[in-house]
């Protein structure tokens, strides 16, 4: 079989489904309702809430948006369902009908929300929805600090909830809220109690919301992408204790998430969702292991997981529909590369997979049998060819930067902080060198420090083709420097001039630099780079805000590319953005590197994809690295005991492994250097771990072995 079909043999392949007949489809679309009901012996508890053909519309600017369109779930006592898709995919509007939470240009304009016998889409005043929304069914948001008030206590702020919905003394609710957050894991509860949010880090703060929702015992918690600015072991937890809350107070959990990861680590069942509509539901396992619908199968092959090292990540082009306007077909049909002919005609029914399995797509059609099977014949055939690239050749490489002994301070009040301490490391030319650990472990200080962002309170010494940059450097040094070394930050929203077009925020540079011979060259080479990027010279007048996250990273990376540096400092950039538009920024870095031979420092949190764009990983943990190792190599062999307890919590998208994975937590105080003083090591050759004598006789036997 050819590698690649043909867009003639897809016609010819489906042909016969494009002449369906409309009273076929209709039968088809009857059958909905009884694929639907199939599940429902298969759930471990009774049926809570039952959403059917919910219709949500929006008037924005005189234009009426439809967000949901006509989409069905089930929620059942005792599980975790989970919603998946992109931004924009309708997740949050959906689940917000739930609570009646929708803003005042929203309403349910359609279907039926059936919860304890009565219809809540019929509800009309906010004295309905108050019996419901906080005591039945309660809400998890994604920014704690959204849903925290900054000035008034957390155990106000949590005993008031009591106090509302039962009428509780200040007393009784202050005892009640005290015992709740010991519940979710917060020590010192009592003194916790009269701290106030800005006290707390990112996971703390997510505990208390999470103890705010809990309050009342909700039957059902609906979690609006709760661990997604949390570090990975912090994630962990909070997944952890959502599971350990769920099974203890017997709640129903309804996930919000883009993470698949995360979905394989918590979730029993699986929605995955597309332009306001449900198009493919199934147990967490078949969506994994068997998915059926395109979408789901570009979810999860946009995981850098499941790519190989070496070669593009599958990503998604294009974007998803307006759903301002009347959909045709499936709306995933125009981003499907794969897509039939009916796929753009005619909006495809549920199609069964099993009892518990169904998808919206025409693959499933009896008709469409051959080219599935060639699809699916191709797809392995892809999977079996792709072989891994070969390892990055340290032996004759070129040392592009030296950092020795980097401290940076800061000062806090009255005393000073040392965010790094004793930094040691080299980066070779050509390769990606990632910096790893949790939030305010010194990652993005240390690449500020490099890229002399932070010149003040800098101690040790940092080399860049052989010469000094630390300290003071004459007027032409710094100017040459800034050539050579750029930097892509994290937020592009935040690092991008919002009043400027594209053309000047690109241009910037050039200007300061005068690195053009006239207006015309200038243009010129602002409409090459955004080419090389993947954007196209219409995008040169147009303002930051109107472009979408991985748009804007796209003009980020191209304002520190044109300069035409030798090395790059990417923080987090893809931290921020879906799963699909992640791989896209990839690879979009990889092609970079390759073409104009590049050397990143790649600052991030995501593991993940730290393992598939580097050739070295370094862990950094409160200012201190503590591991150092070819990539594959740390992921085989970690040492150290909290690279260990980082690569624990990294969620995979297998449900079978999650479910069995170990979290391992790592405790500071298991190290006693009092006496015996830890040093930088090199146990094996390329292989570096922070300890003292004691620790590296034990690392060693563990290398060896």
């Known amino acids: ?69 006509s989409s069905s779930l089930d929620v059942y006592e005792g599980e975790t369902l989970a919603i998946v898709g992109e931004s924009g995919s309708g997740k949050s509007v959906f689940t917000k009908t739930f609570l009646g939470m929708l803003d005042k240009n929203g309403r349910i304009d359609g279907g039926s929300l059936i919860f304890h016998g009565e219809d809540m889409a019929k509800y009309t005043t906010e004295e309905q929805w108050l019996k419901v929304r906080g005591k039945k069914i309660a ?124 979905v394989a680590n918590i979730a029993d069942w699986v929605a995955v969702m597309y332009a306001g509509k449900i198009v493919e539901y199934g147990t967490a396992n078949e969506i994994f292991k068997s ?39 499936d709306a995933f049909a125009p981003r499907n590369t794969d897509a039939m002919k009916i796929d753009f005609e005619e909006e495809p029914p549920i199609f069964p997979v099993t009892d518990t399995h169904w998808a919206r797509t025409w693959l499933l059609s009896p008709q469409a049998k051959d080219y599935r099977d060639a699809l699916h014949l191709r797809d392995a055939q892809l999977q079996e060819n792709a072989v891994p690239e070969t390892p990055f050749n340290y032996e004759n490489a070129e040392k592009l930067i030296t950092v020795r002994d980097l401290t940076v301070r800061f000062k806090m009040g009255g005393s000073t902080f040392k965010a790094v301490d004793g930094v040691s490391f080299d980066i070779f030319k050509g390769e990606t060198l990632s910096l790893v650990g949790e939030s305010g472990s010194g990652k993005t200080t240390i690449g500020r420090a490099i890229m002399r962002i932070y010149t003040g309170n800098v101690g040790g010494e940092v080399t860049f083709k052989g010469s000094k940059i630390t300290g003071k450097l004459s007027r032409q040094d710094k100017k040459k420097l800034h050539m050579e070394m750029q930097m892509i930050f994290q937020d592009p929203m935040a690092s991008l001039n919002e009043r400027a077009k594209v053309d000047y925020i690109i241009s910037e540079g050039l200007y300061n630099y005068h690195l053009y011979e ?23 007048s147009r303002f930051p ?161």
């Open 139 to 262: 809400m998890v948001f994604q920014d704690p600090m959204t849903s925290l008030n900054p000035v008034r206590t957390i155990g106000e702020q949590i005993a008031e909830v009591i106090m509302w919905h039962f009428g509780k003394s200040h007393e009784e609710a202050k005892a009640e809220t005290i015992a709740l957050l010991e519940k979710v894991g917060i020590h010192d509860a009592e003194k916790r109690y009269r701290q106030y949010p800005g006290e707390f880090s990112g996971g703390m703060r997510q505990r208390v919301v999470i103890a705010t929702a809990i309050a009342c015992r909700p039957e059902i918690l609906i979690c609006d992408e709760p661990t997604t600015a949390l570090d990975v072991t912090v994630q962990a937890q909070v997944l952890d204790l959502i599971k350990s809350l769920q099974k203890e107070l017997k709640m129903s959990v309804v996930f919000i998430t883009h993470d698949l990861g995360v």
């Open 518 to 540: 006239s207006e015309e060259d200038r243009v010129a080479k602002v409409e090459n780079i955004l080419n090389e990027v993947g954007l196209t010279s219409e995008f040169i």
């Open 1 to 69: 079989m050819k590698k690649k079909i043909k867009s003639a043999e897809i016609a010819e392949n489906t042909a016969v489904l494009s002449d369906t007949s409309a009273e076929e489809t209709e039968m088809l679309r009857e059958y909905e309702q009884e694929i639907l009901s199939r599940s429902a012996e298969h759930h471990n508890g009774p049926l809570l809430l039952s959403a059917r053909d919910v219709v949500v519309r929006f008037n924005l600017r005189g234009q009426e948006l439809t967000a949901i369109r």
């Open 291 to 329: 998915p059926e619908h395109p979408y789901t199968k570009a979810l999860l092959r946009s995981l850098p997981q499941l790519g190989t090292k070496g070669h593009d990540l599958y990503s998604i082009q294009g974007t998803p529909p307006s759903l301002f306007k009347q959909i045709t077909g």
């Open 545 to 705: 805000h109107e472009f979408s996250g991985g748009q804007r990273q796209r003009i980020g990376i191209a304002r520190s590319l044109i300069m035409n540096p030798d090395f790059l400092v990417a923080d987090e950039p893809i931290s921020a953005l879906d799963v699909s538009i992640r791989a896209q920024v990839i690879n979009l870095l990889n092609k970079m590197k390759k073409e104009r031979d590049l050397t990143y420092l790649f600052i991030a949190h995501d593991l993940s994809a730290v393992r598939f764009i580097s050739d070295r990983i370094a862990v950094i943990h409160k200012g201190h690295l503590v591991e150092l190792a070819p990539c594959e190599e740390l992921f085989a062999h970690p040492l150290h005991p909290y690279t260990k307890a980082l690569l624990s919590a990294v969620p995979y998208p297998d449900p079978d492994t999650e479910r069995n994975k170990v979290l391992l937590h790592y405790d500071p105080a298991m190290h006693d250097y009092t006496s015996d003083k830890p040093e930088w090591t090199e146990i094996t050759p390329g292989h570096f771990v922070y300890g003292n004598a004691r620790e590296m006789e034990g690392y060693r036997r563990e290398a060896e072995a």
